[in-house]
């Protein structure tokens, strides 16, 4: 119980809906002031206030990434993670100061309202259309990935199942679309976004104060793994510099993100691009630093969560150290947000079909509703989809990643090259694009992308390409620069020196401090302990002749692995006075309720007469991988390996989702006739369930 007098589920749950309910009626109200036109549902007429929209670009464009995402990162990278807030700002802060002078003032001039029209002078161009399909690839798989976060959300906080948070997000997204369009969306971020600080500020303090301040929360770090308190990781293959750079330049991919975009293109002018900036990072930066520290304090408190699960860290911390009350602020603050997000991915994905891929549609309100519809169906789907992909389907950083760096490296070079004043053809900007979405892919597909996030691979693609075709093609201006003369080769020598002294000085930093491979994170030994125990649910029935009855167990998601499950009955004969002779009890095992699938099961309906003995009449192996760490039955148990080798091994020994449901058995008697001084009508049999199960002691680092 609590201050409220009711348990902490229902007031977490209320509190929860509360604000859902705010958030909501929020974007409700932007109702009164919307106006039935294709420009107001897209860009909100051109008129939004500054700070509304500032706020709005810091909502979309963190949202699920840095609630879930970010924080994961931080919980798996320690402080080296802290390079990812620093240098993606100076990023931010590039796009805020240039490209986005230069995105306002070409929406304004020539009334576009997609991120896609930007890549050509002409409207429905070649290219304008490859880049909408490209942008609808991209942005799909990015509110998809919002999706997916508030069902982490829930999942977590609420023991609800995320596609139960997939499939409430879908109504959501949509019904914030029709209740306003762009404008919904961006009045609901704006209040979020003032929730959120405060919330994330509450959280942050009660979180370091649980253990023992900024110094305890080092000292921690620490003693779970010296690399956690490192400013760089250990073992990069690339190197630091390229590691770096690439978070710049994912700051700087905010250029080519559609929905922030479409934020700037609801300004009037200029001079409100310039105070939106500054309101943008005003808000944003300390948030992003009380997410770093949230995340370093969910490692600290949270010594038994797998790296695996690391998304789920900030609603796990806010359940365990904020009241039920402020928890349920905090979960509806992460859900809403992920929601208006996708809902403003969609909107951008409309904009692209409708402006560029459609653009006979442009003027259609109603064609722009169900693009908006048909989009929301498509995000969904690829929400529910990727569930089936644990890893990558299911990780929101990892979806993030693959859509933010796609969608900068196709868009900000040709943003940047048309800055300079070059304006290259439809096959100069096919091949650009081409270039990037590839390099993007096929990084991914490499396993690169966790030593070097692809935004460097994209853009050096897409820019290459540039230059070749300049130089090799007859058709593409010759100078790549534009209205600016190329460098003589002074000037190229100095910036060549200034960079290889740059990466001198910061190579050999890292060579100096950086911790060794032997201390990274996932390559200490450590050892794991468990046991294998018995697990045991019987129950008596008492048959008569020719009765049937069914014993059943459900299972939950809370039960371990399970090596091995049986069942078996005893009974005694009672009403035999002359004779040995036993009755006949039948029983066929059901396992169709079991999530499955089963490595191997005997459900086989079978027949006994031996009374006054164990009798095992069904079997289930739900996984046999498991056989291996219980070879000697019962007992206590360790392994020593890496940490990644223990944690993937950990993770299967603490669950059974084969197992989830209910085991299931019919048991049916049929008497002999007995003696002529009894009657031998009935019978008593006990029914029972006997798991071998782990039970996941804990992991430690082994120290010399």
């Known amino acids: 119980m609590n201050m409220f007098g009711l348990p902490d589920e229902i007031v977490l749950v209320l509190s929860f809906l509360l604000f859902m309910g705010f958030f909501a009626g929020v974007g409700l109200a932007s109702m009164r002031v919307k106006q039935d036109t294709t420009d107001d549902y897209l860009v909100a007429g051109r008129g939004m206030h500054p700070a509304l929209a500032a706020l709005s670009a810091v909502s979309t464009w963190n949202s699920g990434y840095m609630f879930i995402g970010f924080i994961g990162f931080i919980f798996v990278q320690g402080y080296s993670g802290l390079w990812i807030g620093l240098v993606s700002t100076l990023g931010q802060a590039v796009a805020w100061i240039w490209i986005y002078k230069f995105i306002q003032k070409e929406g304004s001039e020539r009334g576009v309202r ?70 919904a969306s961006i009045w609901t971020d704006a209040a979020q976004s003032c929730v959120m600080i405060v919330g994330s500020t509450i959280l942050c303090f009660v979180a370091v104060s649980e253990v023992g301040g900024l110094s305890g929360l080092h000292g921690t770090l620490r003693d779970i793994d010296p690399g956690m308190v490192n400013l760089f990781p250990a073992d990069l ?61 969910c490692r600290a408190i949270f010594l038994d969560l797998d790296a695996s699960d690391a998304q789920d860290g900030l609603p796990l911390l806010a359940m365990e150290v904020l009241n039920p009350f402020l928890a ?32 006979e549609w442009s003027q259609d309100h109603m064609a ?16 529910l989809v990727g569930q089936r992909f644990p890893g990558f389907g299911d990780s929101v950083f990892a979806l993030v990643v693959l859509a933010v760096y796609g969608l900068g490296g196709i868009f900000v070079p040709l943003l940047l090259v048309r800055m300079m004043g070059y304006e290259p053809d439809t096959e100069h ?38 230059f070749i075709l300049c ?59 468990y046991t294998v125990s018995e697990w045991t649910q019987e129950e008596i029935l008492t048959l008569s002749d020719g009765d049937t009855q069914t014993f059943e167990v459900t299972i939950d998601e809370t039960m371990t692995g399970v090596v091995i499950a049986e069942l078996s009955i005893t009974y005694s004969d009672t009403g035999e006075t002359f004779t040995a002779a036993c009755d006949e009890v039948v029983t066929t095992p059901d396992y169709s309720s079991l999530a499955g699938p089963l490595s191997e099961s005997d459900d086989a309906t079978k027949s006994t007469t031996a009374c006054d003995t164990t009798t095992v009449v069904g079997t289930i192996r739900p996984n046999t991988d498991l056989n291996q760490y219980a070879s000697d039955g019962q007992g206590d148990y360790t392994l020593n390996g890496t940490e990644s080798e223990l944690i993937e091994i950990l993770t299967m020994l603490g669950k059974a989702p084969e197992m989830i449901g209910t085991v299931a058995m019919d048991v049916a008697l049929n008497t002999n006739e007995g003696s002529p001084f009894g009657n031998d009508n009935s019978e008593t049999v006990t029914v029972t369930l006997t798991m071998l199960v782990f039970q996941p002691s804990g992991m430690v680092q082994v120290t010399d």
């Not at 722009?368 to 929400?383: D, G």
């Not at 096919?430 to 030593?451: F, H, K, N, P, R």
Request: charged share 10%; hydrophobic share 55%; glycine share 8%.
């Open 368 to 383: 722009a509703k169900l693009v908006t519809i048909a989009v929301a169906i498509f995000v969904t789907l690829i929400a």
């Open 114 to 183: 997609s991120l896609s029209s930007l890549v050509s002078k002409t409207t429905g161009a070649p290219e304008a259309k490859l880049a909408g399909v490209l942008s609808v690839f991209f942005l799909a798989i990015y509110a998809a990935a919002q999706l997916v976060a508030g069902g982490v959300a829930l999942r977590a906080m609420l023991g609800w199942s995320e596609v139960a948070g997939i499939l409430i997000g879908f109504v959501l997204v949509v019904a914030y679309c029709y209740a306003g369009g762009i404008r």
């Open 237 to 297: 293959t690339f190197g630091v510099t390229l590691w770096i750079g690439a978070f710049f330049l994912g700051g700087l991919g905010v250029a080519g993100q559609p929905q922030v975009v479409s934020r700037v293109m609801t300004l009037k002018d200029d001079n409100d691009r310039k105070q939106a900036a500054v309101w943008f990072f005003v808000w944003q930066t300390p948030f992003i630093a009380l997410m770093f520290i949230i995340g370093l304090a």
């Open 471 to 529: 130089w090799r093609r007859a058709e593409s201006n010759s100078n790549p620069l534009g209205r600016y003369s190329l460098p003589t080769q002074k000037t190229v020598a100095i910036g060549a020196a200034a960079v290889l002294m740059m990466f001198g000085s910061l190579e050999g930093t890292y060579l100096a401090v950086a911790p060794d491979a032997s201390d990274a994170p996932g390559d200490n030994p450590y050892q794991l302990t």
């Open 328 to 359: 349920g602020v905090i979960l509806a603050s992460i859900f809403a947000a992920t929601m208006s997000t996708a809902d403003s991915q969609v909107l951008a994905c409309t904009a692209a079909i409708t402006d560029d891929v459609k653009p």
């Open 429 to 466: 900007t096919v091949w650009m694009m081409t270039a990037a979405m590839s390099a993007v892919i096929v990084w991914s597909l490499s396993g690169y992308g966790e030593d070097i996030f692809p935004s460097i691979p994209a853009m050096s693609a897409a820019f290459a390409t540039h």
